[in-house]
């Protein structure tokens, strides 16, 4: 009978062990919950009603829209050049000139053949008035009239040929003057003064700095979101920080076999000069665009069934599931449609790893008022 007392005894002294134990274990998980987490102001994001736009993406090289190829209309040798690389000119300016030693004979032997044309017209139109007289006075036979007449009309054709000869003469000697076709900056100047040129030769190429394009393409299956005169926001190489804007100007009616990709012309205003032709271009086609709560992709969790944010709410780590929307992956944002309002606090980057129901304290955040004491009972 001794014997189960003492049994009965080491097993209530166990029972009483471990329920001591279990409460401290219970301490420590409480404990831990209560522990505050510091998080740091850039692992913190207040949620904000923001534009947000969603459209397909597209990349290309910048060219100028206007571009002017200017080539030699006449051969010879270049006497003098009047612009250099670099240098912005006018439409109409000289840009160089071609020696014109020859083309001048050419047109002071037109000139010469004009006057010897007018001087033979002058004659035959006095010859056929005196036979007019002579055949009204009976004195000649009317075919006297009639071969003066010809040699008139002949007389009269020959200088319409000289005349002709004169003005293509002339044609050409202004060709040995180059001018420029459209204003702009010249991009290219092949020649320099004591060059030979022949016809066709290339002299000069002048761009037009005021309007840029971007050849680019978007995939066949988001043609649907692309139409004429919808924005374009890109950004540029050489240029990081800054975004562009242009319009869709054109659309390439057939997909390129092999890449289903659809060729776009983008225009893009370039009043102040900051683009030039060559630079790499990449954005995205702004297909449409609304108001909506816009979140850092990085304060989404999708790891889950659910997509959920990490939520601060009275000092404490709440997990939230919510409903995504548009995503702009140029900006790395992504719209939520449910779950939480504007001006919620979220956690983003690494801490949306903490565990639901943390407390949560932000670095640099003011402290709340502590509450005032109870006022004592008056005795």
């Known amino acids: 009978m001794a014997i189960k007392i003492r049994n009965v005894g080491a097993i209530v002294l166990a029972v009483a062990l471990a329920g001591c134990g279990d409460g401290q274990a219970a301490e420590g998980e409480q404990a831990k919950r209560d522990e505050?987490?510091?998080?740091?102001?850039?692992?913190?994001?207040?949620?904000?009603?923001?534009?947000?736009?969603?459209?397909?993406?597209?990349?290309?090289?910048?060219?100028?829209?206007?571009?002017?190829?200017?080539?030699?209309?006449?051969?010879?040798?270049?006497?003098?050049?009047?612009?250099?690389?670099?240098?912005?000119?006018?439409?109409?300016?000289?840009?160089?000139?071609?020696?014109?030693?020859?083309?001048?004979?050419?047109?002071?032997?037109?000139?010469?053949?004009?006057?010897?044309?007018?001087?033979?017209?002058?004659?035959?139109?006095?010859?056929?008035?005196?036979?007019?007289?002579?055949?009204?006075?009976?004195?000649?036979?009317?075919?006297?009239?009639?071969?003066?007449?010809?040699?008139?009309?002949?007389?009269?054709?020959?200088?319409?040929?000289?005349?002709?000869?004169?003005?293509?003469?002339?044609?050409?000697?202004s060709k040995t003057t180059v001018n420029a076709p459209i204003s702009g900056i010249v991009s290219d100047r092949p020649v320099s003064a004591g060059s030979v040129v022949g016809l066709g030769a290339p002299m000069f190429v002048i761009v037009d700095p005021g309007s840029m394009q971007m050849e680019g393409s978007v995939p066949a299956g988001d043609l649907g979101a692309v139409r004429l005169g919808a924005p374009v926001r890109f950004t540029v190489t050489g240029y990081p920080g800054q975004t562009f804007t242009g319009t869709v100007a054109r659309i390439n009616p057939a997909a390129d076999p092999v890449t289903r990709q659809v060729p776009v012309t983008v225009s893009i205003p370039n009043a102040q000069g900051a683009l030039v032709s060559g630079l790499f271009a990449e954005g995205r086609v702004q297909a449409a665009a609304r108001q909506g709560i816009v979140v850092p992709a990085s304060a989404v969790d999708e790891r889950g069934v659910q997509p959920a944010v990490v939520r601060v709410t009275g000092g404490k780590a709440e997990r939230v599931a919510v409903t995504l929307g548009v995503r702009d992956p140029e900006t790395d944002r992504v719209e939520i449609t449910s779950g939480i309002n504007a001006g919620d606090t979220l956690l983003i980057g690494a801490a949306i790893g903490t565990t639901p129901g943390t407390p949560v304290s932000i670095r640099g955040a003011a402290a709340a008022p502590a509450p005032a004491a109870p006022a004592s009972a008056a005795p």
């Open 36 to 173: 505050s987490v510091v998080i740091g102001p850039e692992n913190v994001y207040v949620a904000v009603m923001e534009e947000i736009s969603s459209g397909p993406s597209i990349s290309g090289s910048l060219a100028a829209e206007r571009e002017a190829r200017v080539n030699a209309e006449a051969g010879g040798v270049v006497t003098a050049v009047m612009a250099e690389k670099g240098q912005p000119v006018r439409a109409g300016q000289v840009l160089a000139r071609i020696d014109d030693a020859a083309l001048q004979s050419q047109v002071i032997s037109a000139q010469s053949a004009v006057r010897s044309g007018e001087q033979a017209v002058q004659l035959a139109a006095r010859n056929v008035e005196r036979n007019q007289t002579l055949e009204a006075a009976g004195a000649v036979a009317t075919r006297d009239l009639e071969t003066a007449r010809n040699q008139l009309a002949a007389a009269q054709a020959q200088l319409a040929g000289a005349r002709a000869q004169l003005a293509n003469a002339r044609e050409q000697q």
